[in-house]
């Protein structure tokens, strides 16, 4: 069974860079059918979606995050991680990690649990 | 880039009710629209892909339907235990962006 986990700070100064990593395990993320994204729920708001990496390292992010976003894959570990800089108060959000269905069916199908990040000092 | 509308924003409704979620996109994307389910705090789970085919393990009384521009999520008879907030998802390119959310609760 596919298996997501988040890690990282719980808590960042706002001005600084945000690091987590999602690990991924029962299943490989070199698989050339799947896509790997981000996702992330402030408090009271709805799910913004991030962006996306392949295993190739090829990447797609949101527009309005572009600027500040970076998301990588290290196939060795079985891993891919998200960095977000230049943080403020609202990027505190609940992150996750999650699969799509396939290379063309982008939907997410496997989820991490999520892991909450504040930002504040 | 495409904008994904979901209404209402709130619902409320009584059990056994057929209850019905729309989401429009300001331009066509096909059939390239999930809907996803987050129950308090949970992990959302996806409910429907390609806009009308049920995710394996969902129970039969999700459906949903539509193409091009205007999606339905349908629950034909409510159950307490699907009080939770929808999403629609669109995905015919990036950026894969999600609907505001749909606040579900029983009457």
């Known amino acids: 069974q596919l298996q997501l986990q988040e890690s990282g700070p719980g808590l960042v100064q706002p001005s600084e860079t945000l690091s987590l990593t999602c690990t991924v395990s029962?299943?490989?993320?070199?698989?050339?059918?799947?896509?790997w994204d981000w996702i992330r729920r402030p408090p009271g708001k709805g799910l913004e979606w991030i962006g996306s990496?392949?295993?190739?390292?090829?990447?797609h992010y949101s527009p309005s995050l572009k600027s500040r976003v970076t998301i990588s894959v290290d196939t060795s570990k079985n891993q891919f991680s998200l960095k977000l800089n230049s943080l403020t108060a609202s990027d505190t959000a609940v992150y996750y990690c999650?699969?799509?269905?396939?290379?063309?069916?982008?939907?997410?199908?496997?989820w991490g649990q999520g892991t909450l990040v504040t930002v504040s000092s | 880039d495409i904008q994904m509308t979901q209404s209402p924003s709130s619902l409320s409704a009584s059990v056994g009710d057929r209850v019905t979620i729309t989401c429009r996109a300001s331009?066509?994307?096909?059939?390239?629209l999930a809907w996803y389910q987050q129950k308090p705090g949970r992990v959302p789970k996806l409910l429907i892909y390609?806009?009308?085919t049920l995710q394996s393990g969902v129970p039969s009384r999700f459906s949903g339907s539509g193409s091009g521009t205007d999606f339905t999520l349908t629950i034909s008879s409510l159950q307490p235990e699907d009080v939770a907030s929808y999403y629609c998802?669109?995905?015919?390119?990036?950026?894969?962006?999600f609907g505001q959310g749909t606040r579900l609760e029983i009457k």
């Open positions: 999650a699969r799509t269905r396939s290379f063309y069916e982008r939907a997410l199908d496997y």
């Open positions: 029962g299943g490989s993320i070199s698989d050339t059918t799947y896509y």
């Open positions: 990496i392949y295993y190739s390292g090829n990447t």
């Open positions: 331009q066509g994307i096909s059939n390239y």
């Open positions: 390609a806009a009308s």
């Open positions: 998802q669109k995905y015919n390119s990036a950026p894969h962006t």
